[in-house]
């Protein structure tokens, strides 16, 4: 599997990924179609999309109320549910298609399963949360908490803030990852020995699928309840 | 499948740079046809929520309060109603009694009257009587010394009497 050959183009000087760009653009697609058709023909009295969405509304919130304080949550409030939608389809969506050309590069897949694309996302908290502190607290107090409780804590806050990035995008990226190698590995199995292998396979590929399916739905959950409290961390002066 | 995983290999920076303007024009979007409407939406329906409680809370205290003068109203009609009842009693119990002793003072003085007259009747009567006695006995007494005078007139006395009798019944 190793030597899988990875399928990129060159685009303004910049290398870009295939199966990332076309994974992440049918994700896209997706979230936009999700969001499109539920939220036609609004009313008072919500029916069956408008119920749904705003479920799902309330969830995301419900997640950044967690930690983040409640005068605050409006602000976030669109960013954690976009996060949270984008990431659980991404999640999902290498669990039922993956698509990969004759020569055996992957260009369809979760987003998530890339480092690239979870780092980014990590990144965009780390940025958020460094934003989000210098406009609440200005940038006196904010780089102040660095030295909190005394001067000495600063390495270890810097040490702390690249830890928080690295573990917020690696996680979701191990757990998606490892769930579609070893899918590919059970797609291996099955078709190691025809038949009898098929059918031994089977159950087990259902078995794993099902749980990667909630595995996704956690990890994006924890993406973005961690998330929200880096955030919180960055918009409360620490004593 | 892992090469690419290598760091120092190929970084594309660029899928990092097309995540971000996908993801920032995603949240765009969002906002546009889902968010903004949606959460307004429920903004909207939790307002009206909290007004149609605190305007249910006001009738039904304007309910109970319609109740209470209803309630007051009415005890307070009832109250009147006996006072006109017992007013009345005792002003036709005051008339009764009224009328019945001016009945009795009528009869009374009636009575008298009556009594009054009878008397005033029977002495009329009797001095009447008197007066006939009186000029009766003078005419006897008158005959009686007139027939003393001549014995032979005697009958002739007797039967003038008789004659006066007559004439006087006649009269």
Redesign the interface.
């Known amino acids: 599997m190793s030597d899988d050959p990875v399928s990129t183009f060159q685009f303004l000087g910049l290398t870009f990924s295939t199966a990332n760009v076309v994974s992440g653009l049918v994700v896209f697609l997706l979230v936009i179609a999700v969001v499109f058709f539920t939220s036609r023909k609004l009313a008072m009295k919500p029916t069956k999309g408008q119920n749904f969405l705003e479920w799902l509304i309330d969830f995301t919130n419900g997640i950044l109320k967690g930690s983040i304080p409640a005068g605050d949550v409006g602000k976030f409030g669109l960013w954690g549910f976009t996060l949270f939608l984008f990431l659980f389809l991404s999640n999902e969506i290498g669990l039922f298609i993956q698509v990969a050309t004759r020569s055996g590069a992957t260009i369809m897949r979760s987003p998530t399963s890339d480092p690239i694309a979870t780092l980014t996302f990590s990144l965009m908290t780390m940025m958020i949360a460094q934003f989000a502190g210098v406009w609440k607290l200005g940038y006196k107090a904010h780089f102040a908490n660095y030295m909190k409780p005394f001067v000495f804590w600063l390495p270890i806050s810097i040490f702390e803030e690249f830890t928080n990035f690295l573990t917020l995008g690696l996680r979701i990226f191990g757990v998606i990852f490892s769930g579609e190698m070893l899918l590919g590995v059970i797609w291996d199995l099955a078709v190691s020995h025809g038949i009898v292998t098929m059918i031994i396979a089977l159950p087990i590929e259902m078995a794993w699928q099902g749980f990667s399916a909630f595995l996704g739905a956690i990890q994006a959950f924890v993406f973005v309840t961690l998330s929200s409290v880096y955030i919180s961390q960055k918009l409360e002066l620490e004593e | 499948?892992?090469?690419?995983?290598v760091v120092g290999q190929?970084?594309?920076?660029?899928?990092?740079?097309?995540?971000?303007i996908?993801?920032v024009?995603?949240?765009w979007?969002?906002?546009i046809?889902?968010?903004g409407?949606?959460?307004k939406?429920?903004q909207?329906?939790a307002d009206?929520i909290s007004n149609d409680i605190d305007s249910a809370e006001k009738s039904r205290t304007d309910a109970a309060s319609l109740v209470e003068k209803r309630q007051a109203a009415l005890a307070n009609s009832r109250s009147e109603a006996q006072t006109i009842v017992s007013d009345a009693k005792s002003n036709g119990q005051q008339q009764r009694e009224q009328i019945v002793t001016q009945a009795q003072a009528d009869v009374q003085t009636m009575k008298q009257n009556a009594q009054k007259d009878i008397e005033q009747e029977r002495q009329d009567a009797l001095s009447d009587a008197r007066n006939d006695v009186a000029d009766l006995s003078i005419e006897i007494a008158s005959k009686i010394i007139q027939r003393e005078l001549k014995a032979d007139d005697q009958k002739a006395l007797i039967d003038s009497y008789i004659e006066g009798l007559g004439k006087q019944h006649e009269s």
């Open positions: 499948m892992l090469s690419h995983l190929t970084l594309y920076f660029g899928d990092s740079l097309f995540y971000i996908s993801f024009l995603l949240m979007i969002i906002k046809f889902a968010w409407p949606v959460t939406m429920m909207d329906r009206k």
